[in-house]
């Protein structure tokens, strides 16, 4: 089985290991995996932001560092929906719609990718006993993948304690994190201390902005968290 | 006399609009409703000038039991109908066109011998409802009242349970603007015996 | 007496939301709001079918919006033939000019309202009162709202955000009577009180939650009998309504009457539905002697065809609302607009121009988590509508950014360029960080630093 990795703009600049042990786990399944050099980003900052034409021009540089017939997979539940969700109204009425839609049809979530293909990855060496999962907004919503993420966390046989309102937004949002900070920062408080009130030793959730965003306000909030993204809980 | 489901539904489900009810021969519809009467303490029934209820000797039971009853259309003012100005507490009787089981609502309609709003003036509602007008669904009660063709009546209200608001606090409070309770007398019919 | 407040003067969209965020009274009602709505929610997809209402809803709102001039056509003919009157208004100030119109001719003095967003919109109330007229709101949060000089938070329970002290306060202050706190002598004062207005008022004015076409049923839906009195009592009735909110017969408006408290209130049944056909009969002893319809385009069938023709499916139930957590944070007056919540951030703009302070505020006060749509009984996209209603925004604030975009674009759309800009980044984050974090970015970066520590090493070091 071979499959082309999208690391995610986000992984390359702050945590390039992300994206490292997601093909890491891959490969350990005996998945065949290649890193397209010439990926950059799925466009969707400026999508989301209400900057459509610029958000294309990214676009179409994923359409064509990921052309050919092989399924992606991202770490990251947010550009995956965003290949799958967005891109065919992007490209509606373009040159490049066949390939968009082609594109849609053969991206996926990492745990979505695994569960689909009935990988089942152990966990890392380092994992920790338990852990507490936040649902992102477009991994559950817009992927509806509410089991898959959960099925590969208890499958890695990591204890799972549940949060109080686990999908409910940490308040990420993109732009929204500096467009209105506080909302966002509450939220982000919010989730913090319902992922400590579980008393698991790490936070979990398949994207990584929400993490980043979350630990970092708990930690400016006096709610310390230890976390790390489900391709680091996987990276045995 | 058998037990009618329809019936049966209907009061079950008076419950979760936080009103009562029960079922009556028509014999008994009368003394019913001046218990009712009594239980809430009211002094005043306004009552539509509606044939049936005076079939079943509901105005001159009250009346005899020392109720003031006051038949609709009155020409007292507004002020008084709403009980304003010292008006002695009033209980206002109703007659439904129809029924929804599955909701326990009332469908009260305007006619010259029964006002569009006589639930919502008094303290509290008495609706004596014949038995067979009430329907399963409301999308049952609605074409029944509103039948192809037919002129419809101007005002119509779907009641189902006394005033609310939860304006404060979001907590329920009852008797915000109409009725603080609601009480229904349904009259067996022959459909039920 | 109303104290205007001008949404257009007020303070920006993100102050507003930093003054709520602060207030944690506020905050302590809309969290006790939100676990009441989802705990309703629950019950009704559990025990009462909600899902399953929801596509054929749907399908309904759909047809009727495709359909829409002949169905305001049919709506118009029935209403005039059961002695109504029906105006067609274009703009909020056509609106308004015909019922100020209307009550110089009538010589009205005390207008009794029921609650109504498009009067809300129109500003009805200031215009009447400029024009001398007394207004009394007669819903309970309303005329809350009303004493204490305030806009109401939200669709279907407008003062969330006081609580039982506050409100006795407000009642105290109008009437002079030393009332106690507790809140059914507060309800039994407004009750007394407002009959005074029930009683004397010339005109009432009410919304529209549903038209329905084929019997030219105006549909007024309320918990609390106020819109009951309004609609019966006055010798005229004014009923204002927003174009789109028309059905065509009865069994789409059972669906639609059935689903509507369900997804607002979590509850099988508002306490009434009014059903008004018409002025009153010939002898009949109650209701209006006149009814005048006014429908308010305002903006809304601009809209059919176009990739916002969703927005006008709406029912408005509030449920976008309470399922937003931004909105949960900040409440509803924050908005700033007569609609708060996911469909106000879609609507303000759609309907007053993508341009004006709020409508090109509100689309971004969103994370664009998509519970609106999963909460919508009509399942509208409400965070793909806002995505497309963002990428129309234009202000000079907007035209900066997408300077920054276009630079962004040309940057990241080149593999080489883009790599280096991630080596420098990675080399930043070393070059700054502490410990593993940074506590403060500097310039526009800062807004991140503002709420959260940036880590620089993955996993955090906590």
């Known amino acids: ?66 052309a050919g017939a092989d399924p992606v997979v991202v770490p990251s539940g947010s550009c995956a929906a965003m290949v799958t969700h967005a891109y065919h109204e992007l490209f509606a009425g373009r040159p490049e719609e066949a390939a968009a839609r082609d594109l849609a049809g053969r991206t996926f979530e990492l745990t979505q990718f695994l569960r689909q293909n009935d990988l089942a990855p152990g966990p890392a060496h380092d994992a920790p006993a338990s852990v507490t999962y ?25 204890e799972l304690r549940e949060m109080a309102d686990t999908d409910v937004c940490c308040g990420f949002g993109g732009a929204f994190s500096v467009t209105f900070p506080e909302v966002s920062g509450a939220l982000g408080e919010q989730k913090a201390r319902s992922a400590a009130d579980t008393g698991a030793k790490e936070l979990v959730a398949c994207d990584l902005s929400c993490l980043m965003h979350i630990v970092g306000r708990g930690r400016r909030v006096g709610v310390p968290l230890r976390a790390r993204h489900i391709a680091d809980l996987l990276d045995g | 006399m058998a037990a009618d489901p329809l019936t049966d539904r209907f009061i079950g489900a008076l419950a979760r609009r936080r009103a009562t009810g029960e079922a009556v021969a028509g014999a008994d519809c009368a003394d019913a409703c001046v ?33 003031d009853v006051v038949m609709w259309p009155s020409d007292r003012g507004w002020r008084e109908l709403l009980g304003l100005d010292h008006a002695p507490p009033t209980c206002a009787v109703t007659v439904p066109v129809r029924a929804v089981a599955e909701r326990g609502t009332l469908v009260i309609a305007s006619s010259p011998t029964h006002g569009r709003s006589l639930d919502a003036v008094g303290w509290w509602h008495l609706a004596v409802l014949a038995d067979d007008r009430i329907d399963g669904t409301l999308a049952e009660a609605l074409r029944a009242t509103y039948p192809p063709g037919a002129a419809a009546a101007s005002g119509v209200s779907l009641v189902s349970g006394p005033s609310r608001t939860s304006d404060v606090e979001k907590i329920t409070t009852y008797g915000a603007h109409g009725a603080l309770a609601e009480h229904v007398v349904v009259v067996r019919s022959s459909r039920s015996g | 007496m109303t104290i205007p407040v001008t949404y257009d003067d007020g303070p920006p969209l993100r102050a507003r939301t930093q003054e709520a965020v602060a207030d944690d009274q506020l905050r302590a009602n809309l969290r006790s709001t939100a676990a009441s709505w989802t705990a309703g929610r629950e019950k009704m997809r559990a025990e009462f079918g909600f899902d399953e209402m929801r596509d054929r809803a749907r399908e309904i709102r759909r047809d009727n919006i495709r359909r829409l001039p002949e169905l305001l056509d049919r709506l118009e003919e029935r209403v005039r033939a059961n002695g109504g009157v029906v105006y067609r208004a274009a703009d909020r100030d056509a609106a308004t000019r015909y019922v100020l119109d209307l009550a110089r001719a009538r010589g009205a003095r005390l207008v009794a309202k029921s609650k109504s967003m498009a009067t ?27 004493l204490a000089g305030q806009r109401p938070s939200h669709i279907i329970a407008p003062a969330v955000h006081l609580n039982r002290t506050q409100v006795a306060e407000l009642f105290r202050a109008e009437s002079g009577e030393d009332l106690p706190d507790d809140r059914e002598a507060l309800v039994a004062y407004a009750r007394r009180r407002l009959r005074e207005d ?47 909110r028309v059905v065509a017969d009865w069994d789409e408006a059972a669906h639609i009457l059935q689903l509507l408290p369900m997804a607002a209130i979590g509850d099988d049944a508002s306490t009434y539905v ?9 002898g009949e002893t109650d209701g209006p002697e006149e009814l005048h319809l006014v429908i308010l385009d305002g903006g809304r069938t601009a809209l059919r065809g176009t990739e916002f023709e969703e927005a006008l499916h709406c029912i408005r139930c509030g449920a976008c609302l309470y399922s937003c957590p931004m909105w949960r944070t900040v409440g509803g007056q924050a908005y700033g607009s007569p609609y708060s919540g996911p469909i106000g951030a879609v609507i303000t703009p759609l309907l007053e121009g993508t341009s004006s302070p709020r409508g090109s505020e509100l689309p971004f006060l969103s994370s664009l988590c998509g519970a609106c749509h999963e909460a919508c009984p009509v399942g509208i996209p409400l965070h ?79």
């Open chain 1, 1 to 66: 089985m071979r499959a082309l990795l999208m690391r995610t703009c986000l992984a390359d600049h702050v945590a390039p290991g992300v994206a490292e042990a997601a093909k890491r786990v891959l490969e350990r399944q005996g998945v065949e995996v290649t890193v397209p050099r010439a990926q950059t980003c799925c466009g969707q900052p400026g999508w989301t932001a209400g900057h459509p034409d610029q958000a294309r021009q990214v676009a179409r540089q994923a359409l064509r560092a990921f």
């Open chain 1, 134 to 158: 936040h649902d992102s907004c477009h991994m559950l919503r817009l992927l509806g993948e509410r089991d898959s993420p959960r099925e590969i966390i208890a499958g890695a046989g990591v």
């Open chain 2, 35 to 67: 218990a009712q009467l009594r239980e809430w303490g009211a002094q005043r029934a306004l009552v539509p000038d509606d044939l049936w209820l005076a079939e079943l000797r509901v105005p001159e039971t009250m009346a005899a039991a020392g109720f």
């Open chain 3, 120 to 146: 809300e919109e129109i500003k009805l109330n200031e215009a009447l009162e400029e024009a001398g007229l007394r207004v009394v709101e007669t819903d309970l949060g309303e005329w809350i709202l009303q």
């Open chain 3, 198 to 244: 029930f009683a004397a008022a010339d005109i009432g004015v009410s919304g529209v939650n549903l038209g329905v076409a084929d019997t030219g049923t105006l549909c007024v839906m309320e918990n609390e009998g106020n819109a009951r009195l309004v609609t019966a009592l006055p010798r005229i009735h004014v009923a204002v309504m927003g174009a789109e």
């Open chain 3, 274 to 282: 009014n059903l008004v056909t018409g002025p009153r009969r010939d």
């Open chain 3, 384 to 462: 793909d509508l806002l995505v497309r209603i963002r990428g129309a925004v234009s202000t000079p604030v907007h035209r900066r950014e997408r300077r920054g975009a276009r630079i962004w674009a040309a940057a990241w759309r080149r593999p080489l360029v883009y790599r280096a800009g991630v080596r420098l980044t990675r080399l930043g984050l070393r070059v700054l960080g502490r410990d593993g974090w940074i506590t403060k970015l500097p310039g526009p970066a800062g807004r991140w630093t503002s709420q959260r520590d940036l880590p620089t090493r993955w996993p955090p070091t906590p």
